[in-house]
């Protein structure tokens, strides 16, 4: 069937009994008792047709869609997805202010120290300023998804990889990067960074245990049909205490039970899978992961909030989303609430070690 669109790019496009597929039971564990999050649920981002029911599973505390979209048919959903652009280099520094310049150079001294690269310019005050102010070198440190140390010859792939930015970074660090990605535009920005992206999913990659250092999933897992199959297939691709590093929305966010069904975190149908932290974990560990090593994010719930405000109040969620004064002070509260107990964060981040 081919997709018609109209002007915005909504898709107009219905979906027939053949591009739908049912799950009866949990995705993550299999088990069969549950019960209905919410019905009805509408893509408001992109304007995907189509109404959708999120199931919550009575073990381990998975949400999924059922029924959702084929592996066949759902490309349809991403017609317009924000994969495809081509990744933006940052601002020349003959073209920066003084302010910014410092910024900079602070920021590149933590990270040479950190990751073991040469980014210029650079001050070692950068590991200083890095390591007495934690809300910056967290950010930092996420910017590369916690990456090791470098040391020659060290490998990491990216699952997901879009149009190559995180690549490009961990790249100039002086890894070795590949990525995969089934979005061919996507791969055709990302090449057009001379990166090796190919198209597909992991599976598409010889079976060659023991192959990388590290493995990275941003915002892919809830993507995915068959999220164990790939975290399988990572764990073998992985050398031994080589590592995995997963981001993803969490189900039992307090943005969630805020917003409801207009929570950003939410997005149907491109989102099949949500986790909250035990069923994540525990599907890990039934692969064999070990080590677990979370790290909570205190500073998105404020944006989070303003773009769900949007969805609710039906605005386009696309533009720029102000935050209020309740949003920021929630966002306070959340974000030291996160530092003692990961129940309510927005995100599911963490680093999980092979071995």
Known sequence: MNDEHLGGGRSTSAWLKEDKECVAACPVCGWSERQVVHDKLRDPLFGTPGDWTLWRCGRCGAAWLDPRPTPESIHRAYAIYPTHHDAQDAAMVETLSPTRRLRRALANGYRNWRFGASFQPASKLGVVTGLLFPAQRAVLDRELRYLPRF????????????????????????????GVEPDPAAVAAARNL????????????????????VITMSHVIEHLHNPRQVLECAFSLLKPNGCIYIDTPNIDAFG????????????????????????????????????IMRHPRTDIYVNLAAISRRIRERRNPEERCRPTANDYLLGWVIGWKTKVTLRDSEFITLVAFKG
């Open 151 to 178: 040391r020659l010859g060290a490998r990491v792939l990216d699952i997901g990889a879009g149009n190559g930015k995180f690549l490009a970074k961990a790249r100039e660090v002086g890894w070795e990067v590949v």
């Open 194 to 213: 001379g990166l090796d992206v190919r198209k597909g999913g992991v599976e598409s990659l010889a079976p060659e245990p023991g192959r990388f250092d």
């Open 256 to 291: 969630h039970k805020r917003f409801g069904l207009h929570w950003r975190g939410l997005e149907p149908p491109r989102h099949l899978i949500l986790f909250n932290w035990l069923s994540l974990e525990s599907l890990l560990g039934d692969i064999g992961f070990s080590r």
